[in-house]
């Protein structure tokens, strides 16, 4: 079954791949199909919301069944921030990390949480959510060189950030692996159904 993944982000969309193509869902990129869904603005006040908005766009666009995800880092000391903005909290990946340091830096408590909501948009208009999350910390100084975004400072059981992880490593615990193993199940429970 083929389904359009709603990101422009490739590192995202090897993620989704990887988890999905065991369950025979094959899914592309807009991009790998020759579309352009332009600026989905993200306009929702939480993950689920921003979820949903960008799989309908995705699904209306290309006609095909559409999978978007929105997920972000929130640190307890900071009230969930990041947040819903973990993306647009500054310009690259090096001046986020930066800048979530520099507000922690008189900080004791470094917890923080990484979310994911996935939202399936079905070409009838049913829609399927699905939620992970993953509990850490953040250090003082990037660790690893895999991964993207806040990964390496994100610390996880074992003292390892998801920058020094593999692929497999991180999937296994990650909260988009968490919620992709949580919509395959969903997605199975309904195909078998039909």
Known sequence: MKFVIATNNQNKANELKRILEPIGITAQTPAMMGIDLGDIEETGETFRENAEIKAEAAMKKTGLPAIA??????VDALGGRPGVLSARYADTDEEKINKLIGELMDKEDRTAHFV???CCCMTNGEKIFAYGQCDGTIGFAPRGNNGFGY????FVEGNKTFAEMTDHQKDAMS???KALRELSELLLNRFSKD
């Open 175 to 177: 909260h988009r692996g």
């Open 69 to 74: 995800d929105d997920s972000g880092l929130m």
């Open 116 to 118: 994911c909501v996935i």
């Open 151 to 154: 990964d390496p400072i994100f």
